[in-house]
């Protein structure tokens, strides 16, 4: 009787460092026996091809050589797919030799992150590694663009109308001024490697806390990225560098004959107008900033330098990421340069003031004027509290009744102009206006307005102390349900004992209620805030129409949309910014055990 055996055993030892500690363990073991006698003892066909099985009883070595290979390829196959699957489990799961020692906070097998599965950033804030860094900067930068100066550190850090605890807790320990994309690349570059926070800073007017330094780190100052890089008349759009101002872009593009519409507070700059993804005064007729972001260079918490798109009005190469960037409070990325649309400038513009006995006769008219479809400029509402504000502020020229008073901006040829102006008289009288007071020429029509561009600081200026803080709300709801939110927030002004004036963009259901008190007052501002975003919520509306969620709103924007939503961006943050460098803590929490820098109501 002859045998012929062909014997087979691998094993795959443990993986090295893998965290499983699971043992790969594969045991193949095939026996062939021929027999002269008993042919079919043996079922090799399980196994080989037919080919491959002896024609006689003294196979030939070749032949046993064959049957053997016939096992062994496909077994070494196999054998290096489960030892790879093993070798690429263990990495996902954080071990391995080859794993960095540097890993991210955060788990990429998941495709939400919740805060209790997060880890937390470990930065190094220590004062050598600050001091190395401010040397490296200072070698890229010279000294004249690295700023340690206390005052100017602090003001980069928090204003009056963005009130945070003074101190180590909210300002940067450096600030440098880049004059280009590839410095700020090389900037980021250095924090990245060095694990030291950076916050983006432009025109300083944020509301919600967005510049506070929680964490140290390195204030990014666009001081000198104040170029207009490009006009494209013809293509209607310019590229501009993040520290230019929206009122100095108009200035330029008059002198053409366009303008850009987005128009937030004085001050604003490019930079934050997009990581803010404002609007302002004009967004019921043109829009928000993200209807006039055609694209962003971005510089990425690394170094990396990334293009969102190319310059048509119209795009559908792969994901969005400009409106990903756009309003992400420069937790994601920071831009270095946008290009924007521009539109023509209105060839006649019409000022009107319309006086109400009370709000929701104006809220009447706002909404009368959005159903019926009337493209008006600009509509905004001023309450009785900020038209006294206004008088006593001497911003404007002459004084006005100090009652609830829409502004209202009609653009466009003057037969049309003439025809909504008829239009939205009717809607006044029908509502029993006080009055309809129409600009005679530009320059009363500029006074009027001056008075709702100047209504931040003349509310301000009401404060009774030094002393008196300022905190405001962003409230945005359905047109139909706006009456109800700014009649309730007044009475809750009122029982509270609170001084507030309630002004906004009603066009698209967008109000602030601004709130001067005492520091003594804090926690009831604070509960007066959170009880009108709840309501807010509860009319189906948002926490937030255009100032951004920052450090103030973030348990909010968790009551707003949910746990999993909020999860979701987190997710975000961290493929784009895993060691959590850029803006920490603002729009989404980054530690469960955070204590409150502004002193949130969690609700």
């Known amino acids: 009787m002859l045998r012929a055996s062909a014997r087979l055993a691998v094993r795959s030892r443990r993986l090295q460092g893998s965290s499983s500690g699971g043992l790969l363990l594969l045991t193949l073991r095939t026996t062939h026996r021929a027999s002269s006698t008993s042919p079919s003892s043996s079922s090799p066909s399980l196994f080989l091809p037919s080919w491959f099985l002896p024609s006689s009883p003294s196979p030939s070595p070749w032949s046993l050589r064959r049957r053997a290979l016939a096992v062994l390829l496909p077994t070494t196959g196999l054998l290096l797919l489960l030892f790879y699957a093993g070798f690429t489990l263990g990495k996902r799961r954080g071990g391995g030799e080859n794993v960095s ?50 005052t100017e550190r602090n003001a980069r850090s928090s204003t009056e109308w963005s009130p945070l605890p003074d101190g180590e807790s909210a300002r940067p320990h450096l600030i440098v001024q880049p004059e280009s994309t590839e410095e700020v690349s090389a900037i980021a ?73 987005p128009d937030p507070g004085p001050g604003a700059q490019i930079g934050g107008m997009v990581a803010q993804g404002c609007s302002g005064t004009n967004a019921y007729r043109y829009g928000t900033m993200k209807d006039w972001v055609l694209g962003l260079t971005v510089v990425l918490a690394d170094g990396s330098i990334i293009k969102t798109r190319q310059r048509p009005r119209k795009s559908s190469a792969g994901y969005d990421l400009t409106h990903l960037l756009v309003g992400s409070e420069g937790t994601l990325g920071i831009v270095t340069e946008a290009t924007l649309k521009i539109t023509r400038k209105p060839e ?59 502004f209202l901006k009609f653009s466009g040829p003057p037969n049309i102009v003439k025809d909504q102006l008829n ?16 600009a005679t020429d530009d320059k009363e029509a500029q006074s009027l307005w001056a008075a709702r561009k100047t209504a931040l600081w003349s509310i301000l200026a009401t404060k009774e102390n030094p002393e008196d803080r300022f905190l405001g709300t962003d409230v945005a709801v359905p ?68 100032h951004g969620i920052g450090l103030e709103n973030r348990d909010a924007l968790v009551e707003e949309l949910g746990e999993t939503s909020v999860d ?36």
Request: proline letters at 4%; glycine letters at 6%; aromatic letters at 6%.
């Open 101 to 150: 020692t540097s890993e991210s906070p955060g788990d990429a097998a998941k495709s939400l992150l919740s805060l209790a599965d997060l880890k937390p950033a470990r930065y190094d804030r220590s004062a050598a590694n600050i001091f190395a860094a401010q040397d490296e900067f200072t070698a890229l930068l010279t000294a004249k663009r690295v700023i340690t100066d206390l």
């Open 189 to 261: 570059k250095i924090c990245h490697r060095r694990r030291i926070p950076m916050i983006a800073f432009a025109g300083g007017t944020s509301l919600e806390g967005t510049l506070a330094a929680t964490q140290g780190g390195v204030c990014i100052d666009f001081a000198r990225m104040k170029s207009i890089v490009a006009i494209h008349p013809q293509d209607m759009d310019v590229v501009v560098q993040p520290g230019v101002g929206y009122t100095d872009l108009n200035q330029r593009l008059e002198v053409q004959g366009f303008f850009f519409p």
């Open 348 to 406: 006649n513009v019409q000022v009107v003031l319309v006086a109400f006995p009370t709000t929701d006769k104006a809220v009447e008219v706002a909404i009368k004027v959005v159903q019926n479809d009337v493209p008006l400029a600009a509509m905004e509402l001023l309450d009785s509290t900020v038209m006294r504000a206004v008088n006593r502020g001497g911003h404007c020229e002459k004084a006005y009744a100090e009652v609830p008073t829409l």
């Open 423 to 438: 239009q939205v008289k009717m809607f006044c009288r029908q509502s029993s206006c006080q009055s309809f007071q129409v």
């Open 479 to 546: 047109i139909s349900r706006l009456a109800d939110i700014i009649e309730e927030t007044q009475i809750q002004l009122r029982n509270r004992g609170l001084i507030g004036a309630c002004v906004g963009h009603v066009g698209d259901g967008n109000f602030h209620t601004a709130i001067i008190y005492p520091p003594k007052d804090e926690r009831k501002a604070r509960d007066l805030v959170h009880a009108i975003q709840r309501r807010g919520i509860a009319l189906e509306g948002t926490i937030s129409g255009e």
């Open 568 to 603: 979701a961006m987190r997710c975000i943050k961290l493929a784009l910014d895993p060691y959590m460098l850029l803006n920490p803590d603002k729009v989404v929490r980054l530690k469960i055990d955070q204590q409150d820098v502004v002193g949130e109501n969690k609700h």
